[in-house]
């Protein structure tokens, strides 16, 4: 298990990491989100030793530099174009297999798992984006580390290798690892994680599992629509019974704080006939834009 606690990082006067703790469970793939500048990969980076700041992040009880061989414990990829522009691929992995003490055998069987073959005696600097992907994923399983640390690994990836990286990663934390992924896929982190830790402006929003972001959002509701000449009288007894209901279109209401069954219950003592009764599931883009709605840069309609 790794153990954040107290990470700050500050560049100047700019404070973009804020006192974060949190923590990444063995078994499980641990989503790590937040909007553009939130901090994600400085804390990465701060986890990992690569930048000074302030806090402590513990492997399994113990910091980084206390580990006899750091790439069997934690194996990262933080940035798809980090290699040697001229030293091929199959000699960058064996650079990386004499200093966790591998064998060549090793390099091998990652390169034709991660589907390298074709490309192992090239040098990346001509690689694409997501053959960068590939190559850097295969630096940080190389040791079979108990912790893998990724940052975006996904970008320039084709839809066929992303669903094969989900399938991946899921069984690698089922085997007993810890998987730290941040992606601004959020479909896909859907899909994938079993535990979502989200920031904004270098501070914790919510550490949870994926099913308790998921049910706090504002978008799980039930939708009823009946004649609009019905809407009123229906919309008065939802309300009487201390659930909310807002309009919606011409005919519907959204009504939160209830199921199915108890809308339909209540219109049928109403004598209220339904021209539809539907319960809607939020998504984690609902709930991640609901989490992080006041620190948005962008915005639809405001202020440049």
């Known amino acids: 298990m790794i153990e954040v606690s107290g990470a700050t990082k500050r560049y100047g006067p700019t404070l973009a990491v804020d006192d974060l703790s949190f923590t990444v469970q063995d078994g499980k793939v641990t989503g790590f989100l937040g909007p553009n500048g939130s901090g994600k990969s400085t804390t990465m980076r701060l986890m990992l030793g690569l930048d000074h700041g302030e806090g402590t992040t513990l492997y399994d009880g113990r910091p980084i530099t206390e580990l006899e061989s ?124 079993d535990h979502v830790v989200v920031i904004a402006k270098g501070r914790l929003v919510v550490d949870a599992t994926m099913d308790e972001i998921v049910a706090q959002s504002r978008r799980n509701d039930v939708l009823v629509r009946t004649e609009p000449a019905d809407r009123a009288r229906l919309g008065e007894a939802l309300v009487a019974q201390g659930w909310t209901a807002e309009p919606e279109g011409p005919d519907g209401l959204a009504v939160s704080g209830a199921t199915t069954d108890q809308v339909g219950q209540v219109a049928h003592e109403a004598g209220v006939g339904l021209r539809e009764l539907t319960a809607r599931v939020a998504s984690l883009e609902d709930a991640f834009l609901e989490l992080t709605d006041a620190d948005q840069q962008y915005r639809v309609g405001g202020d440049a």
């Open 70 to 193: 750091v790439s069997r414990v934690v194996g990262a990829h933080l940035d798809a174009k980090y290699f040697h522009p001229r030293r091929t691929a199959r000699n960058h992995l064996r650079m990386l297999a004499q200093e966790a003490r591998l064998p060549a055998a090793r390099v091998d069987e990652v390169i034709e798992l991660m589907g390298l073959s074709s490309v192992a005696d090239k040098a990346p600097g001509g690689f694409s984006l997501g053959m960068g992907q590939r190559l850097g994923l295969a630096g940080a399983l190389l040791a079979a580390p108990r912790t893998l640390m990724l940052d975006e690994p996904a970008n320039g990836l084709d839809p066929q290798s992303i669903h094969w990286l989900r399938d991946f990663l899921q069984d690698y934390a089922a085997q007993g690892n810890s998987v730290f992924v941040s992606s601004h896929l959020l479909s896909e982190m859907e899909l994938m994680a």
